[in-house]
């Protein structure tokens, strides 16, 4: 009962009572107020302490020498350095744990920002090396995607770069935005090249071609001058353009203009030809009538001399009477196959003469002997007569060709027996096939270029090098064919199970996620299947693009169908951003989430665009929460000011003041609006509320309690008041207790607050004991209860028993009792 009612009360306190005992605890009261009065001083020093702010070693002292849990804990709320923050951490730790959980919290906050900056820094530093190594690297391959995906990774870290790496950095990717601009500029250039040589290649052939047709020209027929002329002009644009700031081959050029000579050299002869037309007809009339004279002969050769008509090409029927008056007989072209032939063997080999001529002037062995070989099989075909006007230019060429062999040879053999040495060399190493493979193809190269040699002796050795290196790659690329067959067989069997997947597929129920990955498998496995065979794969590719596209036209349709479920979704998400209430257009928001995953297969980058949208509306949805609850938090921040502004007066007035303070107290309590304060400052108002509302219950009860003992005293002196001026319920309550003597009514209440009898009643204090036991009373009993116990027996005693006088002696043990309650 003692220790409930020291709970309950929380003071040790006593109101003033007429006997002897409160007297003599009256002088004690004066001590305890100073004191209670210095920790309130202390404790608003604290509290302004924290509003200046302090600094950080104020805080972290207020954080373990804070006079409340709830100073403690907002000095430890200022607290941000990382050093104080763990010494204070070591110091609450087993003292206060709410100080200590704030405090490991803060500082996990601090451990998890260092180590996002480590890796940020970290990041940084890679990225700079990166692009440093990539400025300086001799791979070019993707150059571009990699410095895009670098430039990409910068800009998420860039905001945390210092202005020196941020410096680097950029100085590295304006380097490497240098050498991709000269690698596209170098690109273009080697197309336009490309492109060049292509189209001067094209026009040789041509011209070429056109000038074999005009050979075999019927001589019945004239060609167009027309069509000969637009073709010249044409194709002397198009070399003019082919040959415009870049490097012609000298060969090539010649090439060009020597058949454009001769294709000038016909157009002109035809064109006069058509300008003489009406004299070569009267020509054939004089001829017709036989009755040619002098002039007529000297006219046929003077139109002769200007027509020209170049040799190797069948002169037409129009030509045929001036030349039989000029004498001329007609050039047996058509007529004779055989000469024609070896006309054309010696143009041929008047062509491949200038050209061997050329490249013997440029040193160029390898090309003089190929062409060599060339003009003697023309020069074999050839007749006496024409044979003889191409000997002796044959035998100066030959002799040229002999001494750039012998000096050719004499340069060229030190490189070649460092060849051999290579070659040799590269037998014995063991390096992978292919490479090996590529190497002895430069070497081989590289001996072409030399020209080959004449010694024997040095060839075969540089063979023998050579076959001995290739050896370990012959089974190697052995084995290649058996997996390029592999690869094939693979990719044919990929063939079959998509073609019957796509044939038996049911497209109205199948699962569209399903058929994307079988899709993306098969195009992952074809293209793991490899090398290949080119000419086998040919066939077997075109069957595998035309399933692809079988696949993919269903696919399409179902990524569309699904990209307008979504594209809705979206429009429906944009709609709620001003939807009323708020909490129903979250709720719609996040039904539209899962409505979302729920939609099947999309195209990857519509996906994107759909989402980002998606996202930025749900976003604006809740960002109008977060909106809310910050004003929210505003309110609470203002009502957790206003209510601190009354709990620091409130805290100032103790359970010992008078019922006025008390009841002032109570009211400003009451009046504090707690549904905006936050949850900490709501629980300390309840806590002064109880306080409060425990110090007037304990006033309301030392007061009645002091009235009881006048009662008590009032019977021992035989002044016993009237019944009406007992409380209304004692009557009820002095039944209730039953009839008791004085002595058990003392013992009882003596019971009942703890309070020891006398020896002489000790016998008489168990039994009542036992007896209550047996009632199922005893310390189990309820603090109301037994108190209520104690106002019956009090009861009892001033009204029961008034009639009766009291021994003082039992009157002063009942109001000893009596004593005991208010003390605890």
């Known amino acids: 009962m003692a220790a409930f009612l020291q709970k309950l009360f929380k003071s040790r306190k006593s109101t003033t009572a007429p006997d002897r005992k409160a007297k003599a605890k009256a002088p004690a009261q004066p001590v305890a107020a100073p004191v209670e009065d210095k920790r309130a001083d202390l404790r608003e020093e604290q509290l302004q302490a924290l509003q200046a702010p302090p600094t950080q070693e104020v805080a972290a002292g207020l954080a373990i020498e804070g006079l409340t849990a709830d100073i403690r804990l907002r000095a430890v709320n200022q607290l941000e350095e990382a050093e104080l923050l763990t010494r204070v951490q070591k110091q609450a730790k087993g003292r206060d744990k709410g100080v200590y959980q704030v405090v490991r919290q803060k500082l996990q906050v601090i451990r998890d920002e260092q180590t996002r900056q480590e890796a940020v820094s970290a990041t940084i530093a890679a990225l700079i090396r990166n692009a440093h190594d990539q400025a ?127 294709l000038r050299n016909y157009i002109s002869a035809i064109r006069q030809i058509s300008q003489a037309k009406d004299s070569l007809l009267s020509l054939s009339a004089t001829v017709a009538q036989e009755e040619t004279s002098p002039e007529d002969r000297e006219r046929a050769q003077t139109l002769l001399n200007e027509i020209n008509w170049p040799q190797g090409f069948l002169a037409p029927d129009l030509l045929e009477p001036a030349r039989k008056l000029a004498g001329k007989p007609k050039a ?66 030959t002799g040229q060709l002999r001494e750039l062999t012998d000096w050719q040879g004499f340069a060229t053999e030190p490189k070649q027996v460092a060849l051999c040495e290579q070659m040799e060399h590269l037998a014995e190493q063991p390096i992978e096939p292919e490479a090996k493979a590529e190497h002895i193809k430069e070497l081989q190269k590289e001996w072409q270029e030399l020209g080959g040699s004449s ?45 019957h997947f796509v044939n038996g597929a049911d497209w109205n129920t199948v699962d569209w996620k399903a058929v994307d990955r079988i899709l993306q498998t098969a195009r992952q496995e074809w293209k793991s299947a490899w090398p290949i065979e080119f000419r086998d794969n040919r066939q077997v590719q075109k069957q595998f693009d035309d399933l692809l596209k079988k696949l993919e036209a269903p696919i399409d349709q179902e990524r569309q169908k699904n990209e307008a479920l979504k594209q809705a979704i979206v429009e429906q998400a944009q709609a709620l951003t001003e939807h009323e209430p708020l909490h129903e257009a979250m709720n719609k928001a996040k039904a539209l989430q899962s409505d979302w995953k729920a939609v099947g297969i999309t195209r990857h980058r519509e996906d994107r665009k ?16 977060d909106s809310e609850r910050s004003e929210q938090q505003q309110a609470s921040k203002e009502a957790d000011s206003s209510a601190e502004t009354v709990l620091q007066q409130v805290a100032s007035v103790s359970s010992d003041q008078d019922a006025q303070s008390l009841e002032q107290a109570a009211a400003a309590l ?86 020891s009898s006398p020896e002489e009643d000790q016998n008489k204090r168990m039994e009542i004991q036992v007896q209550r036991l047996a009632e199922g009373m005893g310390s189990a009993e309820k603090a109301d209860s037994a108190l209520q116990n104690i106002e019956a027996l009090v009861a009892s005693w001033c009204i029961q028993s008034a009639a009766q006088p009291a021994d003082p002696a039992l009157a002063s043990r009942l109001n000893n009792a009596l004593d005991n309650l208010i003390a605890y």
């Open 136 to 262: 300086k690297s001799d791979d070019t391959s993707l150059y571009g995607a990699r410095l895009d995906t670098l430039m990409n990774q910068w800009a998420r870290v860039e905001t945390s770069a210092t202005p020196d790496q941020l410096s680097e950095f950029l100085q590295s990717a304006h380097r490497c935005r240098e050498r991709l601009a000269d690698m596209e500029a170098a690109r273009v250039e080697e197309q336009r090249q490309r492109e060049q040589q292509l189209q001067r290649n094209e026009t040789l052939v041509l011209i070429a071609r056109t000038l074999e047709d005009l050979r075999h020209q019927p001589a019945e027929e004239l060609a167009s001058l027309a069509s000969l002329d637009a073709l010249q002009k044409t194709q002397e644009n198009r070399w003019l353009e082919a040959t415009r700031d870049t490097q012609v081959e000298k060969q090539q050029q010649k090439t060009y203009e020597a058949s454009m000579m001769v």
């Open 332 to 397: 047996p072209v058509e007529a004779n196959d055989d000469s024609k032939q070896k006309q054309a063997s010696a143009d041929s080999l008047k062509t491949s003469l200038d050209q061997l001529e050329d490249a013997l002037e440029a040193k160029q062995l390898k090309e003089s002997r190929q062409l060599m070989k060339t003009a003697q099989q023309y020069y074999k075909t050839l007749d006496h007569r024409l044979g003889k006007s191409f000997q002796a230019r044959m035998q100066l060429l």
């Open 455 to 499: 010694d024997r002796t040095l060839w075969s050795r540089f063979k023998q090098a050579s076959d001995k290196a290739y050896e370990p790659c012959k089974t190697y690329f052995k084995a290649k064919s058996g997996l390029k067959q592999a690869n094939l067989e693979k990719r044919k069997t990929i063939c079959a199970e998509l073609e």
């Open 610 to 625: 759909l989402w980002q949208a998606f996202r930025k509306a749900c976003d604006e949805v809740f960002a109008r929460r």
């Open 670 to 755: 009451r009046g504090l609006d707690v549904a905006q304060v936050s949850a900490g400052v709501k629980e300390r108002v309840q806590q002064e509320k109880q306080r409060i509302s425990q110090a007037v219950a304990a006033q309301k009860l030392r007061a009645g309690i002091s009235e009881w003992q006048a009662f008590v005293l009032a019977r021992a002196a035989g002044e016993a008041p009237a019944d009406r001026d007992f409380p209304g319920k004692w009557a009820a309550l002095a039944e209730s207790a039953g009839a008791l003597d004085d002595q058990e009514l003392v013992i009882r209440a003596e019971i009942l607050a703890g309070v």
